[in-house]
């Protein structure tokens, strides 16, 4: 089946913008998951949708960062008044519940932030 | 303090050899899952193999495996017969079920470079 889809996979803009990042989860996962990759560093995580809970937005780094998820599938990761710190590769994951071992989670191929 | 360190920033091995990527990990659940990813220059994350707190056997999949030492708290990832197309970024990543966050803490890394 098709796996979790990003889009864009490429987005340059200019510092002070706002930017949308949109994720498509693996169909019937409930659970779903923003990470944030900078050059050369590892996954931070972002925020965390499961079902109809709250998301857990603990990673967000400012409020200049938001997500919903509408209709419990597509999310959307919003940046606002963007910051060059902010360019990275932002990857989306989902898994089937979010609780529990091992609820594997499988990525997306990103989207290429890069702000001048 | 890091949750998960991966100390080789870099390795080499030799087409056709066994390579092993080292993974320590630091938790005080009892219940966790550790998991590795495989992240070619493509960019996108791809589930290698999971090994749970519990499970008795060191996980193996294909020519993945994982020397899990738990009184170590390292899961090591063992890639036997090297081939060209291993060649990539290596995350190991943990997941306590315990925490309240469903999110994998990724280590920074190890990039893996297969030599003809």
């Known amino acids: 089946g098709a796996g979790v889809s990003q889009s864009p996979s490429n987005k340059v803009t200019e510092k002070g913008k706002d930017v949308e990042l949109r994720c498509d989860p693996i169909?019937?996962?409930?659970?779903l998951y923003w990470y944030r990759q900078s050059l050369g560093q590892g996954l931070e995580f972002l925020i965390y949708?499961?079902?109809?809970?709250?998301?857990?937005k603990s990673g967000l780094p400012s409020d200049r960062f938001s997500a919903e998820r509408t209709g419990g599938s597509v999310s959307t990761l919003t940046i606002q008044r963007t910051q060059q710190e902010d360019s990275a590769v932002y990857l989306c994951a989902s898994s089937l519940v979010g609780t529990g071992l091992p609820d594997t989670q499988y990525f997306g191929p990103g989207t290429r932030l890069t702000v001048l | 303090a890091q949750k998960i360190t991966q100390t080789q920033p870099g390795m080499f091995v030799q087409e056709k050899e066994a390579v092993t990527l080292d993974c320590t990990y630091d938790t005080s659940d009892p219940s966790y899952g550790l998991f590795w990813y495989k992240q070619p220059s493509s960019g996108e994350m791809i589930f290698l193999i999971y090994q749970g707190s519990y499970d008795q056997q060191n996980a193996t999949e294909g020519r993945y495996s994982l020397n899990f030492q738990k009184a170590r708290k390292s899961a090591n990832l063992v890639i036997s017969a090297s081939q060209l197309g291993d060649s990539a970024m290596y995350f190991c990543?943990?997941?306590?079920?315990?925490?309240?966050?469903?999110?994998?803490?990724f280590g920074k890394g190890t990039k893996l470079s297969v030599k003809p």
């Open positions: 949708f499961q079902g109809n809970s709250a998301p857990d």
């Open positions: 169909s019937g996962h409930t659970a």
């Open positions: 990543a943990m997941r306590e079920s315990g925490g309240s966050q469903g999110n994998l803490i």
